[in-house]
């Protein structure tokens, strides 16, 4: 059993930045690639970034330069800096291991939007 727990969300202006936070427990090792994702309404959940155990990110296009993705081994947290946010990052975020599917265990997401 593995628990993920988003915070930090909220309503945020464009151009705005958030920090999103994830405590996660359960057989994750410090080997482990962590990943956000988000989804969208009417749209498919997405992976935004990725972190390696050897602290290679991937991010992805849409938020590349605007998002940071970190890792803190030692409090079992990830979080994700996010800058100069869009409208159209307006999603709910949540965390998880890296190729997660629907089948494994997930968070309740923390909700982004970016509006005026």
């Known amino acids: 059993q593995v628990q993920f727990v988003e915070s930090g969300g909220g309503l945020v202006q464009p151009r705005g930045s958030l920090r999103l936070s994830c405590s996660f427990h359960?057989?994750?090792?410090?080997?482990?690639?962590m990943a956000w994702y988000r989804q969208a309404p009417g749209k498919q959940r997405e992976l935004v970034a990725r972190r390696t155990p050897t602290g290679r990110t991937n991010y992805a296009d849409s938020v590349k330069g605007r998002f940071t993705i970190a890792r803190d081994n030692i409090k079992n947290m990830l979080y994700l800096q996010m800058n100069n946010l869009k409208p159209e990052d307006t999603a709910v975020y949540y965390c998880?291991?890296?190729?997660?599917?629907?089948?494994?265990?997930w968070g309740q997401g923390t909700q982004v939007t970016v509006s005026s």
């Open positions: 359960g057989t994750i090792f410090s080997s482990s690639e």
């Open positions: 998880n291991q890296w190729g997660a599917t629907l089948g494994d265990s």
